[in-house]
Antibody, heavy 117, light 106 residues
């Protein structure tokens, strides 16, 4: 059974860099879009970006200037960095497995990241 | 970008009743519409993909339909565990989610 396990710092100060990693256990690492999504408290889902096993990435234009998504195929892991965070970046961040057909069929459990001085 | 609108925002129903959730796109999309269920404190779970295909282990009371700009998720007879938030999502050119419909107990 394929699982995603994610981790990273949960409390940041304004202007710091958010850093999260997601590991894929079981299943193939190729043929999918490895995805980051966030959800501010009480709000909806926002796609952040994605990367495939070759390192080809796509980012949400509204966040593109602050995002880096990277992949380590040897470890079957992918990572998110979001720099210059503000309180508006406070959210639960999810990693996910996106299929070519468009849907995200597997989700990590989520990491609450709080930005506060 | 294609914008997804969901209606109603909240649906108040009793167990056993039929739930009909709507997702409308700002322009015509392909069949790559998906639906997710999210319960408090949990990650979303894929219910439907490709407009009408149930994901693994999703019971048959969940069904999806639609084309063009109008899509529907139907829950034929609500079970207690179905009261949750539901999101639609499409990928054109990247994943976009609708704002969600909350199905609550009446």
């Amino acid at each position: 059974q394929v699982q995603l396990q994610q981790w990273g710092a949960g409390l940041l100060k304004p202007s710091e860099t958010l850093s999260l990693t997601c590991a894929v256990y079981g299943g193939s690492f190729s043929g999918y879009y490895w995805t980051w999504i966030r959800q501010p408290p009480g709000k909806g889902l926002e796609w952040i970006g994605e990367i495939d096993h070759s390192g080809s990435s796509n980012y949400n234009p509204s966040l593109k200037s602050r995002i880096t998504i990277s992949v380590d195929t040897s470890k079957k892991q992918f990572s998110l960095k979001l720099n210059s965070v503000t309180a508006a970046d406070t959210a639960v961040f999810y990693c996910g497995r996106g299929r070519v057909s468009g849907e995200i069929d597997l989700w990590g459990r989520g990491t609450l990241v709080t930005v506060s001085s | 970008d294609i914008v997804l609108t969901q209606s109603p925002a909240t649906l108040s129903l009793s167990p056993g009743e039929r739930a009909t959730l709507s997702c409308r796109a700002s322009q015509s999309i392909s069949s790559s519409l998906a639906w997710y269920q999210q319960k408090p404190g949990q990650a979303p779970r894929l219910l439907i993909y490709g407009t009408s295909n149930r994901a693994t282990d999703i019971p048959p009371r969940f069904s999806g339909s639609g084309s063009g700009t109008d899509f529907t998720l139907t829950i034929s007879s609500l079970e207690p565990e179905d009261f949750a938030l539901y999101y639609c999502q499409q990928r054109n050119p990247w994943p976009h989610f609708g704002p969600g419909t909350k199905v609550e107990i009446k």
